[in-house]
């Protein structure tokens, strides 16, 4: 059964960080993680190509998180520093078996539960 178990997350103030882990069941071709605030739409915020572990960020995020991945075990982690309260919201690991040349395409199929991250000013 295909299925990605997020952990991680929680409360910290501007300035602060946090890093959220997905283990995944299945290897898959991209992986990544979304955030969705409250009245917003689901955003893309960082992505890795699990064959090379090349990696692709919205530029909300760059220079601030981080995602990588551990192969073996068959997890990815977003390391996320400088926090601002902008960043807070629903966190999902995501993940898709499909190579279409590019993994900061939205066409995902597996998603995690989600995570709350709230900054605080």
């Known amino acids: 059964q295909v299925q990605l178990v997020e952990s991680g997350g929680g409360s910290v103030q501007a300035g602060g960080s946090l890093r959220l882990s997905c283990v995944a069941t299945?290897?898959?071709?991209?992986m990544g993680w979304f955030r969705q605030a409250p009245e917003e739409e689901r955003e893309g915020v960082a992505f890795?190509?699990?064959?090379?572990?090349?990696?692709t960020y919205a530029d909300s995020v760059k220079g601030r998180f981080t995602i990588s991945q551990d192969i073996v075990a068959n997890t990815v982690t977003l390391q996320m520093n400088s926090l601002k309260p902008e960043d807070t919201a629903i966190y999902y690991c995501?993940?898709?078996?499909?190579?279409?040349?590019?993994?900061?395409?939205?066409?995902?199929?597996?998603w995690g539960q989600g995570l709350q991250v709230t900054v605080s000013s």
């Open positions: 995501a993940a898709r078996f499909a190579w279409d040349g590019d993994c900061s395409r939205y066409t995902y199929v597996y």
């Open positions: 299945a290897r898959y071709t991209c």
């Open positions: 890795i190509y699990t064959s090379t572990g090349a990696t």
